[in-house]
């Protein structure tokens, strides 16, 4: 259907869970969407509501400062993440 969407592309373009996008049609959380033999189709135009369950940001190591000290998680100042290194004989 041109100009509406499917869940998996709205979950995608406002980055969250498919499941959170469906359960937000299903409660009639999205103007306009409609559902046509179980399948939900949500006008590309429509507002991001506000979702109860958001997809998590990704953690990013950053690497080890030049004093030698480990790394540490982006996004969480003074947080250090344990590394352990393996060698194989």
Avoid: H, N
């Amino acid at each position: 259907m041109e100009g509406y969407m499917t869940i998996p592309e709205a979950a995608i373009k406002w980055r969250a869970s498919a499941q959170a996008v469906r359960q937000c049609c299903e409660q009639q959380g999205i103007e306009r969407a409609v559902c046509i033999r179980g399948r939900w189709f949500i006008p590309v135009d429509a507002p991001m509501p506000q979702f109860s369950f958001a997809l998590p940001q990704r953690s990013v190591l950053l690497p080890p400062d030049e004093g030698g000290e480990r790394p540490r998680e982006a996004g969480r100042p003074g947080r250090a993440v344990e590394t352990r290194i393996t060698t194989i004989k």
